[in-house]
């Protein structure tokens, strides 16, 4: 069985969308949210699909180890983050080396690193005048967004589109596209 634990900083639509795919399989179970934001809507979540809940606190994330013991205690095998905005330190990319996943409203290289992020990207996709966008699922190693690319849908950027627009249309590409890659990503790595 693998035990999922989603990290999220906001709404969570993509965390939600995660929950609900899984819902019964045989093999992938969401069990825990963990939000750096004590009054995200994504915890909400683990309260009514029962699912466990953590708030970090930076300094405990950053100065100590002590978020594995929580992840032990639940059992956790795979770490999905999912809007959640902070870096992840080395100890906990080390252990999940090959066991975190990323998803990113880009199509990675172009558009990542630090201070690309929600609206961020969406608006400097536009600035730049592109005329694709899409989402990128990537491995988690210590620098934002340079981990090893998993999956990637993109989807055209019309003359009129405003950054909400590309915002939109990128969304609807994570809530398709995501867990899906996840199950492949897991099922692939199982076999
Ligand atoms: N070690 C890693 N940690 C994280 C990764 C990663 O690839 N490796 N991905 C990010 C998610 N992300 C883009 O997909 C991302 C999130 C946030 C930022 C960013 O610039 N954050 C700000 C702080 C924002 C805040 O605290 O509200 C910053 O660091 O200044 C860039 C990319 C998750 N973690
Ligand atoms: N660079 C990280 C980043 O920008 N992540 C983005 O945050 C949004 C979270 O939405 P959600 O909370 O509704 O799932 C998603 O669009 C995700 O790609």
Redesign the pocket.
């Given at each position: 069985m693998e035990n999922l634990a989603i990290f999220?900083?906001?709404?969570?639509?993509?965390?939600?969308?995660i929950i609900e795919y899984f819902e019964g399989h045989p093999n992938i179970r969401p069990r825990l949210i963990v939000s750096n934001n004590a009054s995200a809507?994504?915890l909400a979540l683990a309260e009514s699909h029962g699912l466990g809940q953590l708030v970090l606190k930076r300094a405990s994330f950053y100065g100590s180890e002590a978020l594995l013991e929580e992840l032990k205690a639940h059992k956790i095998t795979f770490v999905v983050?999912?809007?959640?905005?902070w870096l992840v330190p080395p100890y906990l990319v080390g252990a999940y080396k090959s066991r975190m996943v990323?998803?990113?409203?880009?199509l990675l290289p172009k558009f990542?690193g630090q201070g690309?992020?929600?609206m961020?990207?969406h608006r400097a996709v536009k600035a730049a005048g592109e005329q694709e966008t899409g989402?990128t699922v990537h491995l988690v190693n210590e620098a934002?967004?340079e981990g090893a690319v998993l999956f990637q849908a993109s989807c055209p950027i019309a003359e009129t589109d405003t950054p909400e627009d590309i915002?939109r249309k990128?969304?609807a590409l994570?809530h398709q596209y995501f867990a899906p890659a996840i199950e492949s990503y897991l099922q692939n790595k199982s076999s």
């Amino acid at each position: 069985m693998e035990n999922l634990a989603i990290f999220a900083s906001g709404t969570g639509s993509n965390a939600k969308k995660i929950i609900e795919y899984f819902e019964g399989h045989p093999n992938i179970r969401p069990r825990l949210i963990v939000s750096n934001n004590a009054s995200a809507p994504v915890l909400a979540l683990a309260e009514s699909h029962g699912l466990g809940q953590l708030v970090l606190k930076r300094a405990s994330f950053y100065g100590s180890e002590a978020l594995l013991e929580e992840l032990k205690a639940h059992k956790i095998t795979f770490v999905v983050l999912a809007g959640f905005l902070w870096l992840v330190p080395p100890y906990l990319v080390g252990a999940y080396k090959s066991r975190m996943v990323n998803i990113h409203p880009a199509l990675l290289p172009k558009f990542g690193g630090q201070g690309m992020y929600g609206m961020n990207v969406h608006r400097a996709v536009k600035a730049a005048g592109e005329q694709e966008t899409g989402m990128t699922v990537h491995l988690v190693n210590e620098a934002y967004d340079e981990g090893a690319v998993l999956f990637q849908a993109s989807c055209p950027i019309a003359e009129t589109d405003t950054p909400e627009d590309i915002a939109r249309k990128v969304l609807a590409l994570e809530h398709q596209y995501f867990a899906p890659a996840i199950e492949s990503y897991l099922q692939n790595k199982s076999s």
